[in-house]
Structures are given as C-alpha cells and as structure tokens.
C-alpha cells in the first residue's frame, strides 16, 4: 500500500488522534487534573480536550496555572496529599525552563508526576497537519530540550508516531508511580499529536507500578533483636509518612520496644508530635550516643561535619534507595543497606516482634527514659516561645499560631531557617497532616498548597513561609490559581527582611569573617514592600501585616473566617531584620 493510500485509510478508519489517546490515557489512569500552561504547541490537546467536553466524556480537569511552577508545585501538592499520579503540561523548551526549581523538588521529594511538553513542529513547508505555521515555531527549535529536565526526572522520551501514544502514557505513569516515585517527561510535536490514528484499547491492569519489596525474614528478625538488645537505640526518618495508614503501624512497633523517633527535615508526618517517644527534629542532638540506629526514607539523616554516630554503633539504612542513586556524592557509615518499601518493612517488624518473649518491663523502664526526655525537651521549646517579655520572635508568633488550629488543619512548612521553631511550636499529631518540600527549590509551599487544598477541600490549610520564599512562590500566580479553582488558603509570612539562610551559612565558614564584622551579606531584602498585599491584587486574598503578637492573635480569627469564606488570607508577621546592610 502506498503511504498516500495508508494515509487515506488511517482517516477513513481512525476516530481520534495522538492528542486524544494521550488525554483518554490520563482519564483511563485516574488522573483527575491537568495542571496546564498552554501554548502554540498544544492544539492538537485543547481540541482534544473540546471534543470530549461537547460529547460529555468525564476526564481530566484542567487548572489554568499562569507560571509553570506553580502547576508542578501544585502537582507535587496533591500527589503529596494523595500518594497518586499527577500530571502537568507546559509549553515547548520555554514553558519547561519555566518549571525551573520545581522539577528539583519534585524528584527530591520522590512523587509522581507526569510532564508533558510540546516540541516545536517538526515540518515548515505545510507538509502535515501542525506544521510551523508563526515565527515563535523557528525560535523554540532547541537541540536538547530534555536536557533542561534530565538530571531530575526518572525517563524521558520524546513521541516519533502518534500511533503508540497511550502504550507511552502509561507507560510513563508507571514508571513516574514506581519506587522510588519521580517525575517523567514526555514531549511530543505538534504533527504527532494532530496525526489521526486507530483507538488503542490497554488493561490498566498490565501496567502497574513495581509491588513493594519486603526484607528478607532473617533480616527483620536480626533489626528487631538489635533494637531490642540496645541500650540507647534510635530511628530517624524524613519521609516514611507518605504513606500515612503506615504511621500508626510506626507508632506500635515504636511503643512495643521503647524505641524514640526523630525526624530529621520531615517531609511529612512521619510520627505524632505530641507522642513521649518523639524525640524533635535534629538528629545530631542523640545519634553521637546511640549504639543502635535505624533510618527510615531519609537522605540525609545527619550532617557527618557537624555530628557523626559512635565508630562501635550499629547502623541499618532502610530505604527504596539506600544508597542515592542519582546524587553524585553521598556515603554514609552503615552496618547494611536495604533496599526496602519501609512501611513494609515495619509492619514485618511488627508481626515478627508480636511473637517474642520481651522483657516489658526493661523496655518500658527504657520507654520511661525518652518520655522524661520527651518532657524535658518540650518544657525548654515553651520556655523558648515564652521568653522576650512578650516580643514577637518567631516561636512566640507560632505557639500563639498554634492555639487556633485544630488537629485536622495541614500544615505546610516552608521557613526555611524557621522551619525546625514551625515544628517545634505547630505540632501535628495526625498523618497527613504535616508537609514540606523535600528538595530545595523555594517557593514550592504556594503551588504546593493549592494541590493539597484540591485533595482536602473541607480540611483547612495553612502555609507558614518566610518573606523569601514567598517571594520565590510567584505569589500573582499563586492567589489568582487560588481563586480561579477555589483552593483558599493561609498564608503566615514571617518577615526576617532577608535571606537568613545565606547569611548563616557565611557565618558557619566565616564566623569571624569581614562580612560578619560589617554587616555585608547582600541578603537584606527590607524593602518599602507590601507582600500581602500582591495576594490581595492578584486573588482577592485578605491581606495584613502585623506587629505584636496582641496584632496576630487579632488576625489570626479574622483570617480563618476568611478562609471558611472561601476566599485566602495572607498575614505578614514582622519579625526582627537580620541585616540593616543598605542596598
């Protein structure tokens, strides 16, 4: 047949085009939206997405996200919140230049996102449907546009034939959901989404993600009788409560044995706050001491250049990936790497140790130690929010925070250097009820709140960031998603006016340095500035900036009332400058 008379068949007999297959693989895999920053890339998909409208076949909501780092943030948001696939869409090289930071965090933070990106026409003559047809089509013509995002995403491919597309899609799905969980990028020109092709029919069944691994039985019961046999043991983890029915699972087995928990830069809430056996968020203040040590989902539960474990201590790293794979410099000391789903990984623990014979009263004497340190440690964290005659530093503006929230409010932490006082005076007791971003790309907490508010919309949200990271969350973008798609949330900007976290660390290399002496950091941005008031421009959000600690406990009623208003609110704590340095 010749490739005239094939193309003549594939019209008569074909009922959808590659755009089609690609938007009817999202809906048959359960993404329920498309978080999208559309371009002249993208007709073949809005067409797609039109005619499915006019015929009345449910699929993906699309969420209009005017900068595309907020549509990954958001992404990262509600697959954080729900543990599912999520999906993205942006325009050509520029729009996934745009995504910037976001794919760090995405990857870092291991969930599954989906990217799909147009590629500028492959065709400038009118050859086929989609050719180049505007002047952008030539500039936008890069050599490597994946290069922009390999570093960070698990695979990427770029759709020759419209014809394979859904095998593609879910392929891709599976492999973004697989352990550990990443994003993925796919690309595909505007001629393949527009070619015509047959209706593809897949089992969703026949493309599931990887089954969880387990330890081997030997395994757990050698972890279980270390722990058991220590004397001062200790579990550390980051990241094992993405899987929050797993918690609870964490919290018998913790209690059984009269093992502490720490949670070294939580991504989400891995172990309840209020429980005697957590031991707070900096690991360096125990693992020096401990003689057995367990770390769950963690990359890097301690820092070897400020505190290290004992040379004789016992150390398991239980992770999907327990050596790093993908970061080019890492290593730690450990007595055996597992590769393991750890909430699997507990619940073994938990079977094996039920069929023991403990010696309960050795292990709750040892329980009763960590609650007297547990008590202890929360006695100085409320001697910290008290102390300053009522001044407004950041632990106080958080415990006075913390008395109007109830236990179902999310929590997202994005202060950066405040990050451990927001844990320590915000606890959170219930799984998922805490988040952070796992990568370092600020600005992840606006985008982030917006996914997380879309999975628990009768739940409310409160972000807490500082005055940097709101900046870098493109806040315009954020509020104004915020209100189109009814996501409200609150925001409480603590105000340091600067970037404490680079001056800090010039003081941790310099500390008797020039710049200390002279106040020259170059992090000072105190500036005539109304932050609120961009979320109030943007999304109608209520905006103030507050003071005194009397001004936030007066904010604090009327912004929540705001919220079950339907509408955001955005409070601006003005704490002490870090840097009077001038411009």
Not at 21 to 28: G, K, P, Q, R, S
Not at 208 to 234: F, Y
Not at 328 to 355: C, G, K, M
Not at 462 to 483: C, E, H, K, M, Q
């Amino acid at each position: 047949m010749s490739t005239e008379a094939r193309h003549a068949a594939a019209e008569t007999e074909s009922t959808t085009t590659g755009a089609g297959l690609l938007i009817e693989a999202l809906a048959e895999q359960g993404v329920e939206y498309v978080f999208a920053n559309f371009g002249s890339d993208h007709p073949a998909l809005i067409e797609a997405l039109a005619r499915r409208a006019e015929e009345g076949i449910p699929g993906p909501r699309i969420v209009l996200c005017p900068h595309e780092f907020n549509a990954l943030s958001a992404a990262q948001g509600l697959a954080m919140a729900t543990g599912r696939s999520q999906a993205v869409m942006v325009h050509t090289d520029v729009g996934t230049a745009n995504l910037g930071g976001s794919v760090h965090n995405a990857a870092r933070t291991r969930v599954p996102v989906l990217i799909v990106a147009g590629k500028t026409p492959n065709t400038l003559e009118g050859e086929l449907q989609g050719t180049r047809d505007t002047y952008i089509n030539h500039l936008q013509d890069v050599h490597d546009q994946h290069a922009l995002v390999r570093p960070y995403v698990k695979w990427s491919y770029d759709i020759q034939t419209g014809t394979n597309v859904k095998q593609l899609m879910y392929r891709a799905l599976q492999l973004a959901a697989s352990a550990p969980a990443g994003p993925v990028y796919l690309t595909g020109a505007r001629e393949v989404l527009a070619e015509r092709v047959p209706e593809v029919q897949l089992r969703g069944e026949q493309w599931q993600p990887i089954d969880p691994t387990p330890l081997a039985p030997s395994t757990v019961a050698e972890i279980v009788q270390a722990l058991i046999d220590a004397t001062r043991p200790v579990i550390v983890t980051t990241q094992f409560g993405r899987n929050p029915a797993a918690v609870p699972k964490l919290v018998e087995f913790a209690e059984r044995l009269g093992v502490p928990v720490v949670e070294s830069n939580p991504a989400y809430l891995n172990f309840p706050a209020t429980h005697p056996l957590h031991l707070g968020y900096n690991a360096d203040e125990f693992i020096g001491a401990a003689d057995v040590i367990v770390t769950l989902d963690s990359d890097a539960p301690w820092i070897h250049s400020r505190r290290r474990p004992a040379a004789d201590a016992v150390i398991y790293h239980l992770d999907v990936d327990p050596l790093k794979e993908d970061l080019p410099l890492w290593y730690a000391p450990a007595t055996r790497f597992l590769r393991v789903d750890t909430s699997l990984a507990i619940a073994q623990f938990n079977e094996h140790s039920r069929t023991l014979e403990l010696d309960r009263e050795r292990l709750a004497a040892r329980a009763a130690q960590y609650r007297d340190l547990h008590d202890e440690q929360r006695r100085a964290w409320a001697d910290q929010a008290a102390s300053g005659a009522g001044s407004l530093t950041a632990a106080a503006a958080m415990s006075a925070l913390s008395a109007f929230l109830d236990d179902d409010t999310i929590v997202l932490n994005e202060a950066i250097t405040h990050a451990e006082t927001v844990f320590r005076h915000v606890p959170r007791s219930l799984p998922g009820t805490s988040f952070a971003n796992g990568g370092s790309s600020l600005g992840w907490s606006g985008g982030g709140s917006i996914g997380l508010k879309l999975a628990h919309r009768d739940r409310q949200v409160v972000t807490i960031v500082g005055d940097g990271s709101y900046l870098l969350s493109v806040p315009s973008a954020t509020y104004w998603i915020a209100r189109r798609y009814d996501t409200p949330f609150l925001t409480i900007i603590l105000n340091n006016g600067g970037w404490n976290a680079t001056k800090q660390n010039v003081l941790r290399q310099y500390p008797d340095g020039a710049a200390r002496d002279g106040d020259r950091y170059w992090v000072n941005l105190r500036a005539p500035a109304d932050l609120p008031a961009i979320a109030a421009a943007a999304g109608g959000a209520f905006a103030r900036t507050v003071g005194s600690l009397a001004g936030l406990r007066e904010a604090v009623p009327l912004a929540l009332a705001e919220l079950r208003r339907g509408n955001s609110a955005v409070l601006e704590v003005t704490l002490a400058p870090i840097s009077e340095q001038p411009a």
